[in-house]
């Protein structure tokens, strides 16, 4: 299983916000799109930053807490990992796992495909596990 696949099971859309949108923006656009990342595209559409809901604790632990005049270009996180539609489900969740974040754009020649959530990928190994157990199961009981 491949990223391609799991894009083509839950969709291509991603929620970005403009490099000069407030920090407030961002988290209200978070809140109603019911996700946990914004994307930050160039002119182009290619993704230059990546701003989470870690960034917003860290944040606010960090006492920048003027979230209307912060803008998400001060903040965001620039040198983001990228994955490809043809990278197996497995890397990506080692990539993720090893560097600590939950989100991974996926970008084919500088055009942004999609974004992929960790909690996206623990379903389809969920599913692809209860897949196995029953293919067990009936090959045992034939
Ligand atoms: P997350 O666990 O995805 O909420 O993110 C944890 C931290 O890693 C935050 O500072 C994010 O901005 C950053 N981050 C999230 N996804 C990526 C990524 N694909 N590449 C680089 N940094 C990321």
Redesign the pocket.
Known sequence: MMLKDVLAAKGLRVVTVSAKSSVADAIRKMQAEKV??VLVPDAEGCPVG??????VV?LYADGDRDFDSLAVEAR??C????GKLSMPVDEALGL?TE???????VVEDGKLLGLV??GDLVKVKLEETAQEAQALRAYINA
């Open positions: 946990g990342a990546i701003f989470t809901e870690r960034d860290r965001m996180t040198s983001i990992v990228l993720m560097r600590r974040f939950r989100h991974l754009p959530s960790i």
